[in-house]
């Protein structure tokens, strides 16, 4: 009996899941993998700190999006004209759109290299395979199906957890890690923990988790705004807190698994240099064993099924809803056009990338560098939102909430001048 109850709590849990955990996962795509390899690789455990100083960060900053987007019943970008100059919301989602684009191209070129790596053959048909997947569940599958696919696949982080039991790690040393007690100032240090920040408070985020606390009301004919059904409020409230809390922790605990199979491993051997999510699978081979290695390459094509959907879906609900578009995976294709096509666009533009002379790596830093820039006036702006009365009504950021949430702000825009003044250097 009591093992029954067990699992009926977890249960009732999972079902509280979704677009925070979903969200969660989708931030450790493959190109957030790589950042997270190159950060144990080059610099051992001595960079864990980092995230449990993003964690209540991200969590807070993530919570205020899931709140307007629940409260209001419209998506961040419709709520941002509120507090923003259309022409400034019009620039901030265009920039946000060539930075996921980027992004979309880097997770597709990974997936395919780790396709390659487990099953032979050419990179680019595994990339091309991927996009089609990709684009095919978000065009042909209905939304509360589709949602139960990416929520299932977040199991696929799991591999990295995986890997870490597989490698002789020294724990005292891992611990030490968690402690900023010698902060490494390099610029090559710096511009690493710049890129740790990037990876795990990232606009697209913001925009995902936003719309698909509207898409949960939209798909549920008993479920409302909760500026119109203030009764919901308490049980809608917790679950987000849950949800977003959950998630954001998963997120940052995989991140760690990484950092600390890379250290444990890579750094370890000598093995300093890593480029691509992909490149880190490899190294792994060595290091850790075949085993390890084919489940760090499975980890790849799985986290990036789940993030090149929410990239993409991201841009087009930042796109669609700036300029008034019918937004939304709850509609079908030629319900939608602009915004499956802004979906399509950039799904097919990620390729093109692949397939360009364009250096990944180096497209990647640039996209790091877009979304801090606009990452500062959209969470400014968020936190605005999410204070005003007037589209909140009575559910209005409390003051723990409020104080990370600009604690947030400040960080990204710190990171964003420590990245200027390391490159400078």
Known sequence: MKGFRRRARGIALFDQLGPGLVTGAADDDPSGI??????????????LW??????????????????????????????LRAVLPGWSVLGLVLLLFVAN???VGADLAAMGAAGALVAGG?????????????LSLQLFIPYKRYAKILKWLTLVLLAYVAVVFMAKVDWGQAATGLL??????????????????????????????????????????????????????PAEIKRMRIDTFTGMAISNLIAMAVIISAAATLHAAGKTDIKSAADAAEALRPAAGPFAFALFSLGIIGTGLLA???????????????????????????????FYTIIGLATLLGVAIDWSPVDPMRALFWSAVINGVVAIPIMAAMMLVVARHRQMGRFTAGPILTVLGWIATAVMALAVVAMTAASLR
């Open 308 to 338: 090149v959907p929410v990239l993409a879906g991201s841009a087009a609900y930042a796109f669609g809803e700036s300029r008034g578009w019918k937004c939304g995976l709850n509609y079908k294709p030629w319900e939608a056009i602009g």
């Open 50 to 79: 980092t995230m449990i100083l993003t964690y209540p960060l991200m969590s807070a900053i993530q919570l205020v999006s899931a709140r307007i987007g629940r409260v209001t019943g419209c998506g961040l970008a419709t709520n």
């Open 34 to 47: 790589a950042t997270y390899s190159q950060a144990g690789a080059q610099f051992g455990f001595g960079l």
């Open 101 to 103: 684009t980027i992004n």
């Open 122 to 134: 050419g990179e680019h048909g595994f990339t091309i395979a991927f996009a089609v997947l990709s």
């Open 180 to 233: 900023p007690t010698r902060a490494n100032t390099s610029r090559e240090a710096i511009l690493t923990i710049v890129a740790i920040f990037g990876t795990t408070i990232s606009p697209y985020l913001f925009f995902w988790q936003s719309a698909q606390e509207v898409e949960e009301v939209d798909g549920d004919q008993e479920a409302k705004p909760l500026k119109e059904a203030p009764r919901q409020a």
